[in-house]
């Protein structure tokens, strides 16, 4: 072959390849394209200084053996227009995975320990509280603005029947927590379940409410009334979480992430000893800020929570996110080095309509590290920060963090090593097919080249440009 036909070959083979690799992918892409599915929840009804604090087990959820992209949900009305805060505030909405034994009757979860029924098998995140926050989904008032996508190629595999028990099914329960304001003498303290307000002595398991227990969950649950001012009349009105759910079908070149929620509470100690005892991790989930005395609040006073913690397993972080009540000024996980993991800050609202209430944090921001950039090692010791203002007392507010964490691949060859978003089976097919495309391009660019044996001489340059 003269240097025209080899340079026309290469040419060729090079297209062939580029054209391969493209339609692969964009056939993956297609196949795996993303779906949108949006439900309502069963509807609770409020009214004025009304708290709803509700579990629906069983709800709709997509089938099937999927990744899930993000997981959104708002109030709602009657006529599916979003509610906003300083009416309905959304304390909490949370989504639990479950197994449910088939043909059991559905039973009523009502604490923590309904899950330890026989019917029940719950399938908590991967950690790290002994006992809460076993919740794959979950956020507050600031559900509208705060951005929860999981980026390519993570995703949240759920619905792998291989993972199911023989005879059981797998569920997903909601809980909503929703506290009516409208009329409220003082609404932010109603919103941080002060007790006073609430004018309740027991909790929601008839144990004694302890007079220094000031604000929190204890005193605003299910059907209990916060204070509104005389006189003050609202009708009844019918709500539901509205939730939205992204999911691709599963794929092998989907890399799963796991779920970590830590807890600014958690009283976790870690264990010098033998290990005998495996270290406890006793998440209080709420906490109290104090006022600062009025000559420190003008200088700016913030209250800042600390705590160190391992996780169970390290990996690259993919994404991260605090919880935070009004009064929140940001919250950051560093790791041992005392470098940023990350630090997620709140964005109040401004306005009147839903999404942007005045007072109200309607967003936390979120960190989307560049793959690979922020590691976690095993056993590496992270310091979680949750900052307040106190410039007033807030009671029953919270420092969560939630993140998403990708093991390292164990196949982690250099061959197989992937720079692309597709991920590693990608470059594995593409080997298949690029063995494939090569010979197929061979014998067209050969037959080519002999076809045009006497055409005159052309660069490769201005081609293959
Ligand atoms: C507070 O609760 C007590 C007993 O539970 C009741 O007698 C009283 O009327 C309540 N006060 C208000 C203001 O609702
Ligand atoms: C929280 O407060 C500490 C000081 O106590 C400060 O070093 C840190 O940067 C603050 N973080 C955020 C996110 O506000």
């Known amino acids: 072959m003269t240097f025209v036909s080899k340079c026309k070959l290469l040419v060729l083979v090079v297209l062939l390849l580029i054209t391969i690799r493209l339609s692969l992918q964009t056939r993956l892409r297609n196949e795996n394209k993303v779906r949108t599915a949006t439900f309502l929840s069963p509807k609770f009804v409020l009214e004025p200084g009304l708290v709803a604090?509700?579990?629906?087990?069983?709800?709709?959820?997509?089938?099937?053996?999927?990744?899930?992209?993000?997981?959104?949900?708002?109030?709602?009305?009657?006529?599916?227009?979003?509610?906003?805060?300083?009416?309905?505030?959304?304390?909490?909405?949370?989504?639990?995975r479950y197994y449910q034994q088939k043909g059991m009757e559905v039973s009523k979860?009502?604490?923590?320990?309904?899950?330890?029924?026989?019917?029940?098998?719950?399938?908590?995140?991967s950690g790290i509280c002994d006992r809460d926050l076993f919740q794959y989904f979950g956020l507050g008032s600031e559900t509208r603005k705060t951005v929860q996508y999981v980026p390519d190629p993570y995703g949240i595999e759920v619905g792998n029947p291989l993972e199911v028990p023989p005879g059981y099914e797998e569920r997903?329960?909601?809980?909503?927590?929703?506290?009516?304001?409208?009329?409220?003498?003082?609404?932010?303290?109603?919103?941080?379940?002060?007790?006073?307000?609430?004018?309740?002595?027991?909790?929601?398991?008839?144990?004694?409410?302890?007079?220094?227990?000031?604000?929190g969950l204890r005193c605003c649950h299910d059907e209990t009334r916060c204070r509104t001012r005389e006189g003050f009349q609202g009708a009844k009105r019918s709500l539901y979480l509205k939730y939205t759910i992204k999911y691709v079908d599963?794929?092998?070149?989907?890399?799963?992430?796991?779920?970590?929620?830590?807890?600014?509470t958690d009283t976790w100690k870690r264990r010098k000893s033998t290990g005998l005892m495996p270290s406890r991790h006793h998440c209080q989930i709420e906490y109290?800020?104090?006022?600062?005395?009025?000559?420190?609040?003008?200088?700016?006073?913030?209250?800042?929570?600390?705590?160190?913690?391992?996780?169970?397993?390290?990996?690259?972080?993919?994404?991260?996110?605090?919880?935070?009540?009004?009064?929140?000024?940001?919250?950051?996980?560093?790791?041992?080095?005392?470098?940023?993991?990350?630090?997620?800050?709140?964005?109040?609202?401004e306005g009147k309509e839903a999404g942007n209430e005045a007072g109200y944090i309607v967003g936390?921001?979120?960190?989307?590290?560049?793959?690979?950039?922020?590691?976690?090692?095993?056993?590496?010791?992270?310091?979680?920060?949750?900052?307040?203002s106190c410039d007033q007392r807030h009671t029953g507010v919270m420092g969560l963090f939630y993140l998403l964490v990708a093991e390292m691949s164990r196949q982690s060859s250099s061959i197989l090593h992937s720079k692309d978003n597709i991920g590693d089976i990608v470059i594995l097919h593409n080997a298949v097919w690029a063995l494939a495309g090569f010979g197929i391009a061979a014998l067209v660019a050969a037959t080519v080249t002999y076809q045009h044996q006497s055409e005159r001489e052309e660069g490769c340059e201005s081609i293959l440009m």
């Open 250 to 264: 599963w794929h092998a070149f989907i890399k799963p992430v796991k779920i970590y929620i830590l807890d600014v």
């Open 172 to 215: 997903w329960l909601l809980n909503v927590h929703a506290i009516e304001t409208r009329g409220s003498e003082d609404r932010m303290g109603c919103t941080e379940c002060r007790c006073d307000l609430y004018n309740v002595t027991k909790d929601e398991y008839d144990r004694d409410i302890e007079p220094n227990y000031i604000g």
């Open 53 to 96: 604090n509700k579990f629906y087990n069983n709800i709709d959820f997509p089938n099937g053996h999927i990744a899930i992209k993000s997981f959104d949900a708002e109030v709602v009305d009657e006529s599916r227009n979003p509610v906003p805060l300083y009416e309905t505030y959304l304390h909490h909405w949370l989504v639990v």
């Open 288 to 349: 109290e800020v104090e006022s600062c005395s009025a000559a420190v609040a003008n200088n700016g006073c913030i209250h800042t929570k600390k705590i160190s913690v391992t996780l169970p397993n390290g990996g690259n972080v993919i994404y991260g996110v605090a919880h935070q009540h009004a009064g929140g000024v940001g919250s950051t996980l560093l790791g041992e080095d005392g470098r940023v993991i990350c630090s997620s800050l709140p964005i109040y609202g």
């Open 109 to 125: 979860y009502h604490d923590n320990l309904g899950f330890e029924q026989s019917d029940y098998i719950l399938v908590r995140n």
């Open 364 to 388: 936390m921001s979120s960190c989307y590290p560049r793959p690979g950039s922020v590691k976690i090692s095993k056993g590496e010791t992270l310091t979680l920060l949750s900052n307040y």
